[in-house]
């Protein structure tokens, strides 16, 4: 979306631990008792395992007895989670900080290279993707031009390996500013090895050696994520992009519904599936966003789209997931299979539960849509006073749009206000243009001119093709933050202005806004359980403010701006929307209380002792994620470490 975007079901499989890749070298067998009664899998255990258990084996004396059990396809109770607190604090306990490079338990490189062999893809040492404009042994002046040149493509990005489109979580440690620039670039922020997966057998490698080895994993698809989500320091990445199968399955029939779906790999992206789709005169209910990996942290993340206000959420749609657990297990998880993970998988977020390597999705007959886009601003005849009472008639008006099924996408700044579009399914020109009248009155009022340019397509992938560009990323010097208005701000004229007031507040500041006019509710989605933040069913608004900076901004001056954002201008958007919430994939890394803003307490709860029963060890983690709380990559060695301990210290 302009600057900023957005299975058939088969048996699980586990899959045996790679441990005649990786030999053990022999331990006494008191250093082996203790891990086979925490449900340790003796083969699973590395040298820097071994080392770790001898030490932790005195500070978990007092635990009660752990008797090994299985997490299979029955589904977790989530009432009974008192009674697995002791065995889960055990396990939990195993957590130590990671391994990192300068570490003498970090694997070897010939560790690394039997890793590839033992892979269908490549096993990718990083070099960053600005790397060429640095002086040293890659300077390459043609290839620093074309990065410098495409820098804000999404295309440049996702087709690397370790590459991410927000760079500014990533360190902006390796960027084309210059040409050369001065000194070594640094890999620092990024991964150290990228796997790259071709298939389910190359994802359960990568996520048996990260855990087996101790080190920090990251999960990339396209690397759009808005808070860095795909990258991290000190880590080896599993690189999911080049799972790209599309299968059409005409007729699916499961407990909650027959029809027609797609199975996808999680590699595919938006504009992929789409086509796919409209190949079969169908669609799908996916993002605006072009290049968005359809089937990873999308879905994952609840997943808002042009269709939600007819058709829910992206996750509302999924029957099911493949996935590799943090146990290197290969899993489906559908409503009768693993039907609690499939639960958190459809909202509870991405690089958290595991690996999801396909998934499948309904699909419907395509629509016809109906798409406007028009800017108005402000002039030496038209204050910002006057201008701002016409953006005031478009927002209250917003009730009867969504609850039409329209959605629109829409930016401003002070004085310009640009619709790009306005997208409405099942709706003719004559009704759209009838639904937005009391705007277009307001304009004529005001002499301020519109020239809607409305246009009636026949099917869904053509007002979308025709509606949202490529996206623009690459952004180094800006923090977002988010608020998913309710309902209740137009129940009254005190909460609707109160609403206003701050919106307008922080846009007058020279902040980019950007506006989704959109109804999600749970009906729209055919009335799901699932992980989507309660706060999406009872939203009409979905609301982003931008703050920038100079790319020669001192540090301390970009995180006074930063905490002066977070804590005081979009707190005035959390101050009068109380126990609202925010769109966790686009957000503010900052987000106070991310776990209610981004899920509501009820339902995380319930996701943080999913992840606790599913990944007791943190093999996943990314910032912000469900469990995040537990780790930390704050400080000087950019080492993720259990965020109870006071040092870096690792065992």
Not at 323 to 329: I, N, Q
Not at 492 to 520: E, H, V
Not at 594 to 609: P, V
Request: net charge negative.
């Amino acid at each position: 979306m302009g600057v900023f975007p957005r299975i058939t079901i088969v048996a699980a499989i586990v899959y045996t631990a790679i441990s005649t890749t990786y030999a053990i070298p022999a331990a006494s067998p008191s250093a082996l008792d203790w891990p086979s009664s925490l449900g340790i899998s003796k083969s699973l255990l590395s040298p820097h395992d071994i080392l770790r258990l001898s030490k932790l084996k005195s500070h978990t004396a007092g635990f009660p007895e752990f008797k090994p059990e299985k997490i299979g396809a029955e589904e977790v109770n989530v009432s009974k989670r008192e009674k697995k607190d002791a065995r889960l604090s055990r396990r939990q306990a195993f957590r130590t900080c990671k391994v990192i490079p300068s570490d003498e338990l970090w694997p070897s490189q010939e560790k690394f290279d039997e890793l590839e062999r033992a892979t269908e893809g490549p096993m990718i040492k990083t070099v960053p993707i600005a790397a060429p404009c640095f002086s040293g042994a890659v300077y390459d002046s043609e290839k620093c031009a074309e990065v410098t040149e495409k820098w804000s493509d999404s295309f440049l990005h996702d087709k690397d390996p370790s590459s991410i489109m927000s760079p500014f979580h990533q360190g902006i440690t390796c960027l084309p500013l210059a040409n050369p620039m001065p000194g070594p670039w640094s890999v620092l922020g990024y991964p150290n090895y990228v796997v790259q997966a071709m298939s389910v057998q190359d994802v359960q490698q990568a996520v048996n050696f990260a855990r087996m080895n101790n080190i920090r994993l990251v999960v990339k698809n396209t690397g759009h994520d808005f808070s860095g989500k795909s990258g991290g320091a000190n880590a080896i990445s599993v690189w999911t992009h080049h799972l790209k199968n599309i299968t059409y399955i005409p007729e699916i029939k499961t407990t909650e519904y027959t029809g027609k779906a797609f199975k996808v790999g999680s590699g595919v992206q938006g504009y992929e599936i789409y086509q796919a789709a409209a190949k079969e005169g169908l669609m799908v209910v996916g993002g605006e966003g072009m290049t968005v990996g359809f089937a990873g942290g999308y879905l994952q993340g609840g997943g808002h789209s042009p269709l939600s206000s007819i058709l829910g959420m992206g996750a509302d749609h999924v029957l099911s997931f493949d996935v590799v657990t943090a146990d290197g297990s290969f899993r489906t998880a559908d409503a009768t299979t693993n039907s609690d993970l499939f639960w958190a998988l459809r909202g509870g977020g991405g690089s958290t539960f595991g690996v999801v390597t396909a998934v499948t999705v309904k699909a419907y007959p395509t629509v016809p849509v109906t798409t406007v886009t028009f800017t108005f601003t402000m002039s030496d005849t038209v204050t910002l006073d006057q201008w701002w009472s016409a953006v005031r008639v478009y927002l209250e008006n917003f009730p009867v749009m969504a609850d039409a099924g329209m959605y629109s996408y829409f930016s401003m700044l002070p004085g310009v206000f640009n619709m790009a579009p306005l997208f409405a399914p099942k709706l003719t020109p004559a009704e759209v243009n009838a639904l937005m009248k009391p705007l277009y009155d307001k304009l004529e009022e005001l002499g301020i001119e519109c020239n809607p340019d409305t246009v009636y397509h026949t099917n869904f992938y053509d007002a979308w093709n025709y509606s949202f560009a490529k996206e623009i990323v690459g952004w180094r010097t800006i923090q977002i933050g988010s608020r998913l208005w309710p309902r209740q701000q137009w129940h009254d004229t005190s909460s609707f202005d109160a609403m206003f007031n701050a919106i307008r507040g922080t846009t007058d500041l020279g902040r980019t806004f950007l506006g989704f006019n959109i109804a999600p509710t749970l009906a729209n989605g055919g009335n799901p359980d699932n992980a989507v933040n309660p706060a999406w069913r009872n939203t009409l608004f979905h609301s982003i403010s931008v703050v920038g900076w100079a790319d020669d901004t001192p540090a301390d001056v970009i995180q006074t701006m930063r905490d002066q954002f977070t804590n005081v201008e979009m707190q005035s958007w959390r101050d009068v929307s109380p126990g609202a919430g925010s769109y966790l994939g686009e957000s503010d890394i900052n987000e106070p209380n991310f776990q209610q803003a981004f899920w509501g307490t009820e339902k995380y709860s319930k996701l943080y002792a999913l992840k606790q029963m599913y990944d007791p060890e943190g093999v996943f983690y990314a910032a912000t994620a469900v469990g995040s709380e537990n780790w930390t990559d704050k400080n000087s060695e950019r080492r993720l470490c259990p965020s109870y301990r006071s040092s870096t210290k690792f065992y």
